[in-house]
């Protein structure tokens, strides 16, 4: 999977271009989104990396 960002917030949005969470409804809303680094597509189960 090529370069792509995720929201740690609960929303689980994917974007393949960094910027800020665009669900209204997500504790991370307007915050900046992660860069993920998966290649299964499965984002770490949206989990920040230790």
């Known amino acids: ?3 792509h960002y995720i929201c740690l917030g ?3 949005g ?3 271009h960094p910027g800020v969470c665009q669900a209204a409804d997500c ?3 307007q915050h900046e989104l992660t860069e993920c680094q998966c290649t299964d597509n499965l984002h770490n189960d949206f989990k920040p990396l230790d």
Do not use: L
Request: aromatic share 0%.
């Open 1 to 3: 999977m090529n370069k």
């Open 10 to 12: 609960g929303c689980r």
């Open 14 to 16: 994917v974007s393949e």
């Open 27 to 29: 504790d991370n809303h």
